[in-house]
């Protein structure tokens, strides 16, 4: 790409430089806004754009007050306690669930195979707030709308698609003679899901997984349906100060959750190449 | 069955092991069906129910209701004395119970003015003598308001009595029944609008991350791997990043001191602030940028798999660069196209949080009404009926996903 062919005229020259230019200035557009807010969580002042201080780089204008906000408030406290037990409550459920299902599915063997797959995916599908009003209106019922079973039953159900979805394509090529292989050699089913099928799908698994938790850890409408004051999560709270006072320390709250999904990025990329350099029996 | 090669006892035993293995996928996927049945399917049931059940007014006046069982409404007579006077004790009831209000405004959706002449009616049957109600309580309620002489608010009350009821669905599609019982449109067009509105706002998004999506697209599928490689993270990091983060930075961007403001006034390009936050641009060009994504990931997998040489062998039998692009190469994209046009498209048309923070009242869109009627006005039927509807929606959309992509296609990252 960065040499041409000699024999490209200067036009399909200038114009495969403009397609370049065009893809790095949406590669700008995608980065810039997430970029801005970094800086802007260490503003000394209550604004959400940089001051003239900050531009001159003077450095009391920068300051880590927003941070120590952040520790020093009770409900970001609890809303940070909640994302993280609530999140990977559901992700524990989620994952147990979607990868049994999966499994099942790939099999070959499953009655009515695709209409129950487009069933399992329908909840990433529907619009959250229909699932949320919906959740709502039944949770109430059973009693469960305002406590924290109901939370984590919502956000474990609104994970599973991507658990499905992943250990599906794990599965993708899977060979079930191995299956069949290791019971007609006498290991028990439990055996061998662990030593056989689970070796070979792990990464798939861990990818749901992590899809899982971000999805709970991302979710605000069913969080403002059915969580009382006590499961407030970070988005949750966002959300409302967002709405009501706006302040930097969203920001501050804003800039950490940027270096999780970085993390968060760095892991899924890591078992992407792992799963396939597996695939290509690259690793033992 | 005919195979000569194979006894009975084989057959049957190989019927057996096909019976086992189909029992056991069963058994793997039973929970997972379980579980999305009691979480996820239930809770959608209830609100499809919820949508034309409505026992508010049948469990607050149950004798009432009972007594107007038997009145013709057609006659245009007053409702017997009989029914009149339940509803004088049950009215006392619910006035001493505090629950006068709920009747009034549910009975106001019928009939424009109920509201208030339950209301005063109720206060003045409320300290009358039992005894005295259930014997002449009917000739009370009349004297106490000249409405009451009105056959209508009767016709108003006895339909709102009916347990199930089209009456939401109407309402969410602008429509109303006239005295006469005929359905016709409502003078002012708020729903349909919306919804119109919002499948607007849906396709230009879809139409924006296409347009900017596909030169990026383009450009990574056809980079040396390393460089792709790396730019491809920065795709993926606002993929992972929490949608109120993105939101958030479009807040501090195009606030009226934000930064896209404070820039444009400090290079003099222009005087005053523009307007840019909670405005339909801000939604659009929030979700925008929140959706990418999920058009980039699919057309640069199809991209990928695109051969070059069918492009080169366009050009060396003397096809011009742009036409040979745009039909050889573009058909070819046509997969990852429809795939990530379809799924921004399914995904915006139902989003809340964004338009809810961003796009003030012009950039609402149908999920924000939705969420008013749920949280603010509590006319959860009218909800659950717009939901109703917003989920058939995108069920065809869902349905024409899986028949062009096919849903098990649906790859994540």
Known sequence: ??????????????????????????????????????PLSFNAEPYFTF?????????????????????????WILAIKNSFYIGLMATLIATVLGTTAAIGLTSGQMPFQRMIMALLLSPMIVPLIITAAGMFFFYTQLDIAGSYMGVILAHAALGTPFVVITVNAALAGFDYSLVRASLGMGAKPVYTFFKVIMPLIRPGVISGALFAFVTSFDEVIVVLFLAGPEQRTIPRQMFSGLREEINPTILAVATLLVIISGLLLLTMEYLRARGEKMRAGELD | MSNPELTQDEIKQADRNIRRRKLLAIFFVAPLLLFIFVTFVAPIGTMLYRSFYHPTVAELIP???????????????????????????????????????????????????????????????????????????????????????????????????????????????????????????????????????????????????????????????????????????FVLLPFWTSLLVRTTAWIALLQTNGVINSTLM????????????????????????????????????????????????????????????????????????????LLVFIISIGYYITPALVGGTEGQMISNIIAFHMQSSNNWELAAALGSLLLLLITLLYWLYDRLVGISNLKLG
Do not use: C
């Open chain 2, 266 to 341: 400090s290079l003099h390009i222009i005087d005053e602030p523009l307007d840019l936050l909670y405005t339909q641009f801000a939604t659009v060009i929030a979700m925008t940028h929140i959706l990418m994504p999920f058009m980039i990931l699919p057309l640069y997998s199809v991209m990928k798999g695109i051969d070059p040489s069918y492009f080169r062998a366009a050009l060396s039998l003397g096809a011009k660069p742009i036409p040979a692009f745009i039909r050889i190469y573009m058909p070819m994209t046509v997969p990852g196209l429809s795939a990530g046009a």
């Open chain 1, 51 to 75: 001051t003239e201080g900050m531009l001159a780089l003077d450095p009391s204008a920068y300051s880590l007050k927003w941070y120590e906000e952040i520790l020093a408030d009770q409900k």
């Open chain 1, 1 to 38: 790409m960065a040499k041409f062919p000699r024999y490209f005229t200067i036009w399909q020259k200038l114009g495969l430089s403009g397609v370049k230019l065009t893809a790095y200035l949406v590669l700008l557009f995608l980065m810039a806004p997430i970029l801005v807010i970094i």
């Open chain 2, 63 to 233: 004798d009432t209701l009972a007594q107007l069982d038997d009145w013709s409404e057609e006659s245009g007579d007053l409702p017997p004395t009989a029914a009149l006077n339940a509803f004088a004790v049950e009215l006392q009831t619910l006035a001493a119970e505090r629950r006068s209000g709920k009747l009034a405004e549910e009975i106001n959706r019928a009939y424009p003015g109920a509201s208030s002449l339950i209301k005063s009616t109720a206060r003045k049957v409320r300290r009358v003598d039992l005894a005295e109600l259930q014997t002449s309580g009917g000739q009370l309620v009349l004297d106490a308001h000249k409405k009451w002489s009105d056959v209508n608010v009767w016709r108003a009350m006895k339909k709102s009595g009916s347990v199930i009821k089209d009456d939401f669905y109407l309402t969410a599609l602008d429509l109303e029944r006239n005295p006469q019982g005929e359905i016709v449109q409502r003078d002012t067009q708020i729903y349909l609008d919306l919804y119109w509105k919002s499948l607007k706002i849906a396709f230009y998004i879809t139409a924006l991350t296409a347009l900017i999506g596909f030169p990026l697209a383009w450009y990574l599928a056809n980079a040396p791997s390393r460089v792709a490689n790396t730019l491809m993270i």
